[in-house]
């Protein structure tokens, strides 16, 4: 049944022009996306579950996301930059967290449409390139946080 559910819900991302998504539905789905990567990476670091999680808050932060973005933005094509703008400029229905700037909450909003709009128009290859790109040129960032 589970399995079902979630063809249906992948067939359901292909009916309809992922561009036409709400940024907010896409950065949903792009918080998860952006975590699973950062996840993934530290796990391949063979680094403790604690050292894992502490490393993980750092990077997922707005701040980190809206640095992210910054260190991408001039690679993005027409259509992603116009995602990424669309997220930044969302209203959401909630104030951005008390320990966000709230300039980096909307860059990281940003981001993490973007990273929902390639996730669902099925665009993994180039979510995998900018991924990369973003967490390796921001990875001195983070890795400063850690030492504090």
């Known amino acids: 049944m589970l399995r079902e559910e979630l063809a249906a819900a992948r067939d359901a991302f292909g009916a309809k022009d992922t561009r036409e998504l709400n940024p907010l539905q896409m950065a949903y789905i792009g918080d998860t996306v952006h975590d699973l990567y950062v996840r993934s990476l530290l796990l391949a670091r063979g680094m403790t579950v604690g050292r894992m999680h502490r490393q993980a808050v750092r990077m ?24 990424a703008r669309r997220g930044r400029n969302a209203q959401a229905k909630h104030a951005a967290p008390k320990n966000a700037d709230p300039a980096d909450y909307s860059h990281a909003t940003g981001l993490e449409a973007l990273w929902g709009y390639l996730y669902l128009s099925g665009q993994t290859q180039r979510l995998d390139e900018l991924m990369k790109a973003a967490l390796s040129r921001t990875e001195e960032l983070w890795q400063k946080q850690s030492s504090r």
């Open 60 to 83: 997922v932060s707005a701040h980190a996301q809206a640095k992210m973005l910054e260190a991408i933005e001039t690679e993005l094509t027409e259509s992603e930059a116009d995602v």
